[in-house]
């Protein structure tokens, strides 16, 4: 449990590192949707390669898979549309900071990180590299906005801050709970954060990354998809 939550602090303190840089250096846009692009390839590639790779194994055929990235999606998409508050699914996305969405993101990555620990492939390299390519970007493009909707920086921090809590604590109660069901229902559960994920990736990040930094966001999802993949590679963890 406390080497789950160990695994999970570290995890979520990249939302605390981006948002420390964010209020350190003025960040070029640029780099920035270059950053964002980088921690989408990443991503991509850890939950093809890595996640749902090793949900279709405990699934054995049995379609919880499929269920598990349609509800992950559908889920996620209700968030980050707005979807709480009558907007539909189809309408364009809300792009302001809104850390109920920022919070969703971080459990889906706990679940990936618990999953990691509890079926027995692992925390990689690549995984934390993935999860670091996305928490920092993401915090550093947040914090601009966050400060400029009233908060102070000690209130974005202590915010940042309660995200790394967040995912340490969600780390360890979902490495507890997925130890105690079926290989089945552990499937389901990686294939919904699969699912969030993946919509995450392509509703916010790869979105945000082009009003950025334009097609060079193409070009920085294939190098963090090729690196997070070459880490899984090199260290022979697949």
């Known amino acids: ?5 160990g695994w999970g602090l ?36 850890a939950v093809a390669y890595k996640l749902i790779a090793e949900a279709g194994r405990l699934a054995g055929g049995s379609g919880f898979v499929g269920a598990g990235l349609i509800g ?9 549309t707005g979807a709480q508050r009558g907007v539909r699914l189809s309408a364009p ?6 850390f ?5 993101s971080v459990v889906a990555e706990a679940i990936v990180v618990a999953g990691g620990l509890v079926s027995g492939y692992g925390i990689s390299a690549a995984l934390l590299a993935a999860v670091f390519l996305c928490g920092v970007p993401e915090a550093m493009a947040d914090t601009g906005p966050l400060l400029k909707h009233g908060l102070t920086a000690r209130h974005v921090m202590s915010a940042w801050l309660v995200m790394t809590i ?26 919904f954060a699969g699912g969030g994920v993946l919509t995450n990736v392509t509703v916010r990040m790869v979105p945000e990354g082009l009003k950025d930094a334009g097609a060079a966001t193409g070009i920085a999802i ?16 697949h």
């Open 72 to 80: 992950g999606a559908v889920a996620t998409s209700w968030v980050v």
């Open 1 to 5: 449990m406390l080497q789950a939550l």
């Open 93 to 98: 996305p809300l792009h302001e900071p809104r």
């Open 222 to 237: 294939a190098v963090g998809f090729g690196l997070s993949f070459s880490l899984v590679e090199i260290l022979g963890k």
């Open 166 to 191: 967040l995912c340490g604590v969600c780390v360890a109660a979902f490495t507890l709970l997925l130890g105690l069901v079926r290989p089945e229902v552990v499937a389901f559960v990686l294939a």
């Open 10 to 45: 570290l995890a979520g303190s990249s939302y605390f590192l981006g948002g420390l840089l964010a209020l350190r250096w003025r960040v070029n846009n640029v780099l920035l949707g270059v950053l964002t692009g980088l921690g989408a390839g990443a991503l991509l590639s």
């Open 100 to 104: 109920l969405v920022i919070a969703l």
